[in-house]
C-alpha cells in the first residue's frame, strides 16, 4: 500500500501563490508517475498536472501551464506543486495521486490518492 499526505493549502489573493506538498509513505518503489488533481464543488475531478519519478519529466494541463510548476524530491518522496498567478478558477481540493503506469490524465489511471487540502482564492 502507498499512502499519500498533501499540506500546504489555504486562503490566497488572487495573482498570489502557494505551494502545495505530497509526502508518499509505503510501498513507493512501484510509483513511476505522481499527479495533481483538483475538484471544485459541483464538478468532476480534473487533472492539473503530473511528473515522472525517475526522470523528473512533466505534464501539464493547458489551463495551468506557465502558472504551475511541479517538482520532486526522490530523496523525500515527496512531489511539489508551485502554483503562481492563482485566479478565482483555481479554487478547489487539491489532490495527490501516484500510479505505476506512464504519465497520464485520467483520474481513472491512478491507484493511490491523498485526502485532498483546500485551496481558495479570493477575487
Known amino acids: 500500500q502507498v499512502q499519500l499526505v498533501e499540506s500546504g493549502g489555504g486562503l490566497v489573493q488572487a495573482g498570489g501563490s502557494l505551494r502545495l506538498s505530497c509526502a508518499a509513505s509505503?510501498?513507493?518503489?512501484?510509483?513511476?508517475?505522481m499527479g495533481w488533481f483538483r475538484q471544485a464543488p459541483g464538478k468532476e475531478r480534473e487533472f492539473v498536472c503530473a511528473?515522472?519519478?525517475?526522470?523528473?519529466?512533466?505534464y501539464y494541463a493547458d489551463s495551468v501551464k506557465g502558472r504551475f510548476t511541479m517538482s520532486r524530491n526522490n530523496a523525500k518522496n515527496t512531489v511539489y506543486l508551485q502554483m503562481n498567478s492563482l485566479k478565482p478558477e483555481a479554487t478547489a481540493t487539491y489532490y495527490c495521486?501516484?500510479?505505476?503506469?506512464?504519465?497520464?490524465?485520467?483520474?481513472?489511471?491512478?491507484?493511490?490518492w491523498g485526502q485532498g487540502t483546500q485551496v481558495t482564492v479570493s477575487s
Open positions: 495521486a501516484a500510479t505505476s503506469r506512464p504519465i497520464a490524465t485520467p483520474p481513472s489511471d491512478y491507484d493511490y
Open positions: 509505503g510501498r513507493t518503489f512501484n510509483l513511476y508517475t
Open positions: 511528473i515522472s519519478w525517475s526522470t523528473g519529466s512533466t
